[in-house]
C-alpha cells in the first residue's frame, strides 16, 4: 500500500509534528525566561501605566510661568496667648484650622480662589527660611483644596512659623520648548547623516555589487599562468603608485603658488592623460601590435598614470585654498567653503589609494596579457612548468601579504612566524591549486572574486553598526560624523548584497544580446545590466535611507551623534515626556521619506 495514501500516518506525522512544536517552544518559554508573574505585580503595573501616559504626553509647546506665592502662619508650639491672624481674601488664600500646633501634629489645610485643575508644593518655613516639603496640593473645578499634614518634627519657635503653598500660572501664548527645539536641530543632523552615509554607501556599494553577482563572475576565467603572473606582478604595481605618490607630492610642493605651472598641469594635465589612455588603450587594432609596441604603451600608461597623480594633488591643493577663502568671505554661506576644503582634503587623503589601486591594476593586466603570450609560444611542458611555479610563487605572496596584516594587528615582531611560515603554507595551496588545473589549466577567477567579496560582505554585516559606531568615536571623536562613517560601513555590505542579488535576477537575453555584438565585460554591464537595475536600485537606496535615520537612533548611544545621542540621555535621566518629543520626530522623518520614496519609485519605474 502506498504511504502518501496512508491517512493513519499521516494523522501520525501531523500530531507528532505538534508534539514537537510544542517541546520546542515549551522550551523556547524556558530560555527567554518567560515570567507571567511579573506582568501582575502592581510596581510593574504601576511603573508602565507611568512611563505610558508620560510618552502619551510629549513635551512640544509649553507656556511662560509666573510663579505664585500664597502664605498663612502657623505658631509651633502652641501657647497659652489668643492668637490672631489678618487674611486677606480677596486674593487666593489658605487657611489652616488649627492656628497653632505642636510638632509631628497633624494640621488640616484648606486652600481658596485658585486657579483651577493646578498643583503644586507645599512647604514649613520656619524663622530660619529653610523650607520644608509637607505635601502637594491639586486644586478642583473652582480652584479649592484640602490638605492634611504634618508638622515637621524639632521646629518649635517663639516666631511665627508659615505654611506657604507655591504655584506656577501660564501667561503669554504657547511656544516650542527648549526639548522641541534642540529635537528639531538633532533630527536635521540625524537626515543629513544617514544622507551623506547612504550616499557614500552606494557610490561604494554600487560597483563592488557586480563582482558579488554570480552570473556575471561565473562565466570570468582566466589561464592559471596569467592569473598566476598578474598576482606576481601586483607587488610591484603597489610600490608603483608609493613611489608615484611620493614622487608627486614632492614636485606638487616644488611647484608651490606658482600659477602658471598650476594652470599648465591642470588643465593640460588630462588632455594629455586622455590622449596618452586613448593612444595605449585602442579600442580597435587592425594588426597584432608587436613586443616593443606593447612596451611602449605600458611605459605611456605608467607616465598616464604619474600625471594623473599630479592632477590629483593640484586639484586638492586649489580645492582646499578656494574653499579657506570662500570659508573666510561668504559670510552666511561660509559652510560651502569648508564643504569644498573637507573634499580637497579628502581628495588629498584617499590620492594614495587611488594610485595604489591602479599601480597594481595595471601590473596585473600586465602579467595577464603577457601570461597568454607566453601560452601562445611556449610549449606544453613549459606552460605546465611555469604553472605550478608561478602559481606557488602567487600563493606564496598572497599569504606573506596576509601574514603582515596579522602582524600589525597582533605585533608578532617575528620574520618567521610572519612571512616564512606563511610563504611556505601559501606556496603548498598555490602547488595544490596548480595540480586540481593541470588539465585545463583555467582558473575560475570570476569565482574566487565572488566569494571572496560576498565574504568580506558578510563579515561587515555581521557586526552591527553600534559596534562600528565605537569605533569609529575613538578614531574621530564623539559626534555625527563618527555615525556617519559606521553607517556607510555597514550600508556598503547591506546595499552590496542587495544590489548583487537584484543583478542575479535580472534577464539574461540583453546579456546575451550584447555579447553576441563582441562587447567586452564592462561594456555588458553597462548596456545590458545596468538599464535593468536602475529601478530597483533606487529603491533599495531609499529604503537604506529610511534603515539609517533609525539605526541612528541607537548609533547615538554609542556617541555617533544625531537624535539618538538625545533620546539615550532623556531616556537615561527618566524624562519620558522629553524622550517621546524625539520618538514623534524619528516617526514623522521615517513616514515622510517612505511618501517621497513611493513617489520616485512611481517616477522612475
Not at 530660619?128 to 479649592?144: C, M, P, Q
Not at 540625524?190 to 561604494?204: E, N, P
Not at 611560515?421 to 602547488?431: A, C, K, L, N, R
Not at 539574461?508 to 555584438?517: M, N
Request: hydrophobic share 50%; glycine share 8%; aromatic share 10%.
Amino acid at each position: 500500500m502506498n504511504d502518501k495514501n496512508n491517512p493513519m500516518k499521516r494523522y501520525l506525522l501531523v500530531g507528532l509534528s505538534i508534539i514537537v512544536g510544542i517541546v520546542i517552544y515549551a522550551y523556547g518559554f524556558t530560555v527567554t525566561k518567560v515570567n507571567l508573574e511579573e506582568t501582575k505585580s502592581e510596581r510593574r503595573q504601576t511603573q508602565l501605566v507611568r512611563i505610558i501616559r508620560a510618552l502619551a504626553k510629549p513635551n512640544i509647546i509649553e507656556y511662560d510661568k509666573e510663579e505664585f506665592i500664597v502664605e498663612t502662619p502657623i505658631m509651633v508650639p502652641c501657647t497659652d496667648a489668643p492668637i490672631e491672624f489678618d487674611i486677606d481674601k480677596t486674593l487666593s488664600y489658605m487657611i489652616v484650622e488649627e492656628k497653632c500646633a505642636d510638632s509631628q501634629a497633624e494640621i488640616h489645610i484648606y486652600g481658596y480662589s485658585f486657579e483651577p485643575y493646578i498643583s503644586g508644593p507645599l512647604s514649613f518655613v520656619p524663622p530660619s527660611g529653610v523650607k520644608l516639603n509637607i505635601g502637594e496640593f491639586t486644586t478642583d473645578a473652582l480652584g479649592n483644596f484640602e490638605i492634611v499634614a504634618t508638622v515637621p518634627k524639632g521646629r518649635e519657635s517663639d516666631d511665627e512659623q508659615i505654611i506657604r503653598a507655591i504655584t506656577r500660572k501660564n501667561i503669554g501664548k504657547p511656544h516650542l520648548t527648549e526639548t522641541a527645539i534642540n529635537t528639531w536641530k538633532l533630527i536635521i543632523e540625524t537626515v543629513f547623516m544617514a544622507l551623506l552615509a547612504t550616499t557614500l554607501g552606494t557610490l561604494i556599494a554600487v560597483p563592488l555589487s557586480f563582482f558579488a553577482a554570480r552570473n556575471l563572475m561565473e562565466n570570468m576565467k582566466s589561464p592559471l599562468l596569467s592569473f598566476s603572473l598578474g598576482i606576481v606582478l601586483m607587488p610591484i604595481g603597489f610600490l608603483l603608485g608609493s613611489y608615484g605618490v611620493r614622487y608627486g607630492k614632492a614636485l606638487t610642493n616644488s611647484i608651490g603658488s606658482n600659477n602658471i605651472l598650476i594652470a599648465v598641469v591642470v588643465i593640460l594635465g588630462p588632455l594629455l592623460v586622455y590622449q596618452l589612455l586613448k593612444w595605449a588603450m585602442p579600442q580597435v587594432e587592425l594588426e597584432k601590435p608587436s613586443l616593443s609596441t606593447r612596451i611602449i604603451r605600458i611605459v605611456g600608461l605608467l607616465i598616464c598614470a604619474f600625471v594623473g597623480i599630479l592632477v590629483l594633488f593640484q586639484i586638492s591643493n586649489l580645492a582646499i585654498l578656494a574653499g579657506q577663502w570662500l570659508h573666510e568671505n561668504a559670510g552666511s554661506f561660509a559652510f560651502l567653503g569648508k564643504f569644498i576644503a573637507d573634499l580637497g582634503e579628502i581628495l588629498n587623503m584617499i590620492i594614495i589609494v587611488i594610485a595604489v589601486l591602479a599601480g597594481m591594476g595595471v601590473l596585473n593586466s600586465v602579467g595577464s596579457k603577457f601570461g597568454q603570450l607566453i601560452i601562445k609560444k611556449s610549449n606544453t611542458t613549459l606552460v605546465t612548468l611555469l604553472n605550478y611555479l608561478l602559481s606557488m610563487s602567487a600563493g606564496a605572496i598572497l599569504s606573506m601579504i596576509l601574514g603582515a596584516g596579522v602582524n600589525w594587528i597582533y605585533e608578532i615582531g617575528n620574520p618567521v612566524y610572519v612571512y616564512l611560515y606563511p610563504g611556505i603554507v601559501g606556496g603548498i595551496i598555490g602547488f595544490i591549486v596548480a595540480y586540481l588545473n593541470r588539465e585545463t589549466g583555467i582558473m575560475p577567477v570570476g569565482m574566487v572574486i565572488y566569494y571572496v567579496t560576498r565574504t568580506i560582505f558578510n563579515a561587515l554585516r555581521s557586526i552591527e553598526a553600534l559596534v562600528m559606531a565605537i569605533i569609529f568615536v575613538v578614531w574621530v571623536g564623539i559626534g555625527p560624523f563618527a555615525g556617519a562613517l559606521a553607517l556607510s560601513l555597514h550600508t556598503i555590505a547591506a546595499l552590496a548584497k542587495l544590489y548583487s542579488e537584484q543583478v542575479e535576477s535580472i534577464m539574461e537575453g540583453p546579456i546575451e544580446a550584447v555579447k553576441a555584438t563582441g562587447a567586452n565585460q564592462l561594456q555588458t554591464i553597462i548596456y545590458a545590466v545596468v538599464p535593468q537595475i536602475i529601478p530597483p536600485y533606487i529603491s533599495f537606496t531609499m529604503y537604506r535611507w529610511d534603515i539609517n535615520v533609525r539605526m541612528s537612533t541607537i548609533i547615538g548611544f554609542a556617541g555617533g551623534g544625531g537624535i539618538g545621542f538625545l533620546l539615550q540621555q532623556n531616556i537615561n535621566l527618566l524624562n519620558y515626556r522629553d524622550a517621546s518629543v524625539q520618538m514623534i520626530a524619528i516617526a514623522i522623518v521615517v513616514a515622510s521619506m517612505d511618501y517621497i520614496s513611493s513617489q520616485l519609485r512611481e517616477r522612475v519605474i
